[in-house]
């Protein structure tokens, strides 16, 4: 039974570390992505973010109370 969980934990390892690289490949490659961009799309890019952290920061969240209808 302890070669069983032993067995599980070691393939459990290996799967994070398998998905470990490829978000770390995947990271790279977004920025290697960025990096080949000229400065016009940087700031038209920059420019959306601002917007929208603009349209965030004044959003108001509101609720109504639920009730049981019966």
Request: proline share 1%; net charge positive; hydrophobic share 30%.
């Amino acid at each position: 039974m302890n070669s069983f969980n032993h067995d599980n934990n070691s393939s459990e390892k290996n799967i994070l570390n398998e998905h470990q690289e490829s978000y770390e490949k995947a990271e790279v490659d977004l920025l290697r992505d960025a990096l080949n961009r000229n400065y016009k799309e940087r700031l038209l890019f920059a420019n959306r973010l601002y917007k929208i952290q603009q349209i965030l920061s004044k959003a108001t969240i509101t609720h109504k109370p639920y009730t049981l209808d019966k």
